[in-house]
């Protein structure tokens, strides 16, 4: 299938358990996104955004439907091929941050880049930590910075590998209304920059940020809004 | 993931938690080093025996009467009398055993010697002038029995220099043997051996004496000690002996001969024998408890990988692959097991250095129980490491994330 599109999602269908317990997290969905949008991904718990955001990952693969992802059919991967392509096309934000507190700053944004045998790691993790607005907390250790400096640190761990995709997963779900402020106007600047993002979360407040929000609920789409 | 840095990583996570890897560690350390220090008493032992063995002359056949088959029912050598003075005279001909040199009969048995500082408990033999050469011995003073001794019943006595110290006599005292006194004529020169089977607690009279005076009946002999011309003709001697014992017993089928010729080589490899299966026995426990070392490496990294199951579901997120993790885990286990293997290594060569000088048991270290007990650990490290590794690798990276 040719397209223009960087995700390309086609009737989609992700069942969890087997028999009278199986559930459909998601039920016949399709999405495209096109390379440089914004989306935020809305909808009360239990929606399946949170599954949607898994195999956007390529956390985990659908039960049914297919999965383009900058052309390449990603949904019949096995697990180590998803390594490879989460490792050099996406870049994670997470709710909890998940830095590895043992490891200063730019330790944590080396992470990645560890994963594909990459020269002047050093010079690059830095570089990310000064898009993000974070150059002089390098050597600092996660319990030595505030939440949202740790999402920072995060988001620039995101961005090291050069990623075509910036997949946030309530990323201010774990932070007060100023580091939220400032962490989603880090996202909003790296979108202008051209850079694909796409933000779950179910806080209305956020959705903003994203030039187009969609909706889901029951496993399923239920409106689409351009901003 | 590169291996350099694969092992920075398992070192840091190890160096992380410290106290617990450091426990882990010394598992194996005990394991490596206990095999280590048993091996190598086991090889001071055996080492030990084989000298005291070979002290004894490796010339030296002994023949006992004996294979005494009645009924049906083995006695065991030596339960059956059959070997007489006439025996004795028919290996002491050259003409048809030119390889044996010397022979000695020996009659035997415990008894008290006393004399008048002390009494003493020891092996009395009956023996003649040939029993210097066969068991390789020297008098220090005095002199040896001499063939007239023997011709002529004479109480005289030879003793074992702790014999004669413990006594408290010398050359020209006199010993109660029985009731009847013997003139001490000589002193054997000391061997240095101690313990059991000590061969300077002895002592020896003519063996007509012997037989008529203190044990046994006129004309018998318990054994006979043979001393071939030299180590390479003690094939020869055995032929010889056995040729003429079966002639004076009127045998014509070798395999119901009355009695058994043992040369020393045959007592030095059921020593040798011996001594080896109690190192085994030893090594055994002492592997036993590397296994142990093994278990609780494996229970260790078992935790770890429960407790680091976020950061495992981290790290695929961020592109590891299930291969980058296994080899993350099988390292780290390869790490505590090789840290410890060669920690072990140190405190076995420390034992080996230490026990002798404080406890006068001896170690003797060679390099393949060493090298088997490294490579053991690190085998037993990776292959317990495996599991766990494999729980690591196998995660889903959502279940994992989910974790904290």
């Known amino acids: 299938m040719a397209t223009d599109s960087l995700i390309q999602i086609e009737s989609v269908t992700k069942v969890y358990g087997t028999g009278d317990a199986a559930v459909a997290a998601l039920r016949d969905l399709s999405l495209s996104v096109a390379p440089g949008e914004s989306v935020a991904v809305m909808g009360p718990s239990g929606s399946g955004k949170s599954t949607l955001m898994n195999i956007l990952g390529c956390l985990d693969t659908p039960s049914s439907g297919r999965y383009w992802f900058a052309g390449q059919d990603v949904s019949r991967l096995n697990e180590t091929e998803l390594a490879h392509v989460r490792n050099r096309r996406i870049g994670f934000v997470f709710q909890q941050f998940q830095l590895l507190p043992k490891l200063s700053a730019w330790r944590n944004v080396e992470l990645p880049l560890l994963y594909r045998n990459v020269r002047d790691r050093r010079s690059l993790a830095l570089q990310a930590l000064e898009q993000v607005g974070l150059a002089n907390r390098v050597d600092h250790r996660p319990n030595q910075l505030s939440g949202g400096q740790q999402q920072r640190v995060a988001i620039a761990r995101a961005l090291v590998t050069d990623p075509d995709l910036i997949l946030a997963d309530e990323p201010t779900g774990n932070l007060d209304t100023a580091s939220s402020r400032d962490v989603l106007s880090v996202l909003r600047e790296l979108n202008e920059q051209g850079r694909t993002i796409i933000i779950i979360t179910h806080d209305p407040e956020v959705a903003p940020v994203a030039k187009r929000t969609v909706h889901m609920r029951d496993g399923q789409m239920v409106d689409e809004v351009a901003a | ?404």
Do not use: C
């Open chain 2, 1 to 404: 993931m590169s291996l350099l840095h694969t092992i920075e990583t398992g070192l840091r996570s190890l160096l992380g938690h410290r106290l617990r890897s450091v426990l882990t560690t010394l598992g194996i350390l005990f394991g490596v080093a206990a095999v280590i220090a048993t091996v190598g008493i086991g090889q001071a032992s055996s080492d030990s025996v084989t000298a005291r063995i070979t002290s004894l002359g490796t010339n030296l056949l002994t023949v006992s009467g004996g294979s005494s088959v009645s009924g049906g029912v083995f006695g065991g050598s030596g339960s059956a009398n059959v070997l007489t003075m006439s025996d004795v005279s028919g290996l002491q001909d050259r003409q048809s055993a030119p390889d044996i040199e010397a022979v000695a009969p020996v009659s035997q048995g415990r008894a008290s010697l006393v004399s008048t500082s002390g009494n003493w408990s020891t092996t009395v033999s009956g023996s003649t002038t040939d029993w210097l050469i066969t068991n390789t011995r020297t008098i220090s003073t005095g002199t040896f029995l001499s063939a007239n001794d023997a011709k002529t019943r004479a109480h005289v006595i030879v003793l074992g220099s702790t014999t004669a110290s413990n006594l408290g006599v010398g050359v020209g005292d006199l010993v109660m043997v029985r009731q009847i006194p013997f003139e001490v004529i000589g002193i054997l020169a000391p061997t240095g051996s101690q313990g059991f089977g000590n061969q300077d607690d002895l002592a020896v009279v003519p063996i007509t004496t012997a037989q008529y005076e203190l044990f046994g009946g006129p004309g018998t002999v318990q054994r006979i000690l043979l001393s071939a011309t030299s180590p390479g003709t003690v094939g020869s001697a055995y032929l010889e002996a056995s040729q003429i014992l079966l002639q004076t017993h009127h045998i014509t089928d070798p395999s119901q001969s009355d009695f058994t010729i043992t040369t020393q080589t045959q007592v030095l490899s059921t020593a040798q024998a011996v001594t080896q299966t109690l190192t085994i026995l030893l090594a055994s426990v002492a592997a036993i408890s590397l296994l142990v070392g093994g278990i609780g490496v494996m229970n260790i990294m078992l935790v770890s990988v429960t407790e680091r199951t976020s950061e495992i579901g981290l790290r695929k997120a961020l592109g590891a692959t299930p291969g980058d993790l296994f080899r993350q885990f099988v390292i780290e286990a390869g790490v505590l097991t090789a840290v410890g293997g060669l920690l072990g290594v140190a405190t076995g060569l420390a034992v080996g250095y230490v026990v002798p000088r404080a406890a006068n048991i001896a170690v003797t270290i060679t390099p393949l129980p060493v090298l088997s007990a490294v490579g053991v650990a690190v085998a037993v490290g990776l292959i317990f490491g495996v599991y766990p590794a494999l729980r690591a690798a196998r995660l889903a990276p959502i279940d994992a994330l989910r974790a904290q």
